[in-house]
């Protein structure tokens, strides 16, 4: 292969980077090698920046972090076999948080001899796996072996696109030294539209049917759980919870932060909550914290950013303001953040 000709480690870490990947967090080993002269060989060619973290589990949770506060996908490259092994942890919880991630790691040579990229070391027969795949196939959205002449660009399409579409989630790719430092295959197209599916719609007879059972319960009760992953789902919810004073329970996940609501009145698995003259759902566990404050040398004054449970008097103000308007206020969260 001439200098001039592209590896296709060298296709792979482009096409990343056109595909919005400006950071791969990564734990080397010697299926790097393709990798790291790919890198030697960018010169002005864009590609992401690789920052070396010394354990896979720390680079699964930069990846979610980043995702978390960045809203853009990052990249993870581990070890063969036993560096997925340590991405486990990390995995499940970006699959259960629907944090779109590709982590890709090396595969154990397949050739003993015969190829630039065969076997050279002992450690290549102990780490080889029939199928390395299976081992995070239960916590990724689509798993995919890179092998000898298919066009790595139009993979990391597909990897990304499966990720970014709802649900996101993370997906894997194992990629073989030989294959990578082979020459690198040109996709049939480009293609250049936004990563991920088009969001499904809610249905309308849904939306409505939902504005209805909120305006005319006596005691409406709001239960979220990974709406925060959308800031501006979050903002429609409070924007409704506070206007008709809707008690909202959150339950445990990380993608939201109901304690930002004023009506927020429990944030908790397994706690059960007594009944209010109001309807509203009272925390005990909240009740004696408050009862605690109030010997407190502060004299029982909140944290600044806490935010009281309400105490709703005179009856359910979501009646009291009118079926209509609670309807209305309802319909409208909810279309104007539809997907």
Not at 88 to 94: E, H, Q, S
Not at 255 to 266: F, G, T, V
Not at 309 to 317: A, D, K, Q
């Amino acid at each position: 292969m001439s200098d001039k000709q592209q590896m296709t480690a060298e296709a792979y870490l482009g096409r990343l980077a056109e595909r919005g990947i400006d950071y791969v967090f990564a734990n080397a080993g010697t299926d790097f090698a393709p990798i790291i002269e790919a890198i030697s060989r960018s010169g002005g060619r864009k590609i992401p920046k690789f920052i070396t973290v010394p354990h896979e589990n720390v680079a699964m949770g930069m990846a979610h972090g980043y995702y978390r506060a960045c809203g853009k996908p990052a990249g993870v490259m581990v070890h063969v076999t036993v560096g997925t092994g340590n991405t486990i942890n990390g995995l499940m919880n970006a699959a259960r948080d629907n944090v779109p991630l590709l982590l890709a790691a090396g595969r154990t040579p397949l050739t003993e001899t015969g190829h630039i990229g065969s076997r050279n070391r002992s450690i290549h027969w102990g780490q080889e796996a029939f199928d390395q795949g299976g081992l995070v196939r239960e916590f990724v959205k689509w798993d995919y072996e890179l092998r000898a002449g298919q066009p790595v660009a139009t993979l990391v399409d597909r990897a990304l696109d499966i990720a970014m579409s709802e649900p996101r989630g993370p997906v894997y790719m194992t990629l073989p030294r030989e294959v990578l430092a082979e020459p690198a295959i040109a996709p049939r197209r480009t293609n250049v539209r936004p990563l991920g599916s088009t969001p499904a719609e809610p249905s309308r007879r849904a939306i409505e049917e939902a504005a209805q059972l909120i305006a005319k319960a006596e005691f409406p009760l709001i239960i979220t759980s990974s709406g925060g992953r959308h800031p501006a789902a979050f903002a429609e919810l409070a924007a409704l919870a506070e206007e008709f004073a809707l008690p909202v329970v959150q339950s445990p996940d990380r993608s939201s932060d109901a304690s930002r609501l004023r009506c927020e009145c429990a944030a908790a698995e397994g706690r059960r909550g007594t009944r209010s003259r109001s309807g509203g759902a009272v925390d005990p566990a909240r009740d004696r914290a408050a009862a605690r404050r109030q010997d407190h040398p502060s004299g029982g004054r909140s944290a600044p950013d806490a935010l009281p449970v309400p105490r709703i008097r005179g009856g359910p103000p979501h009646r009291r303001r009118g079926e209509r308007d609670a309807a209305g206020a309802a319909r409208g969260a909810a279309r104007r953040h539809e997907g």
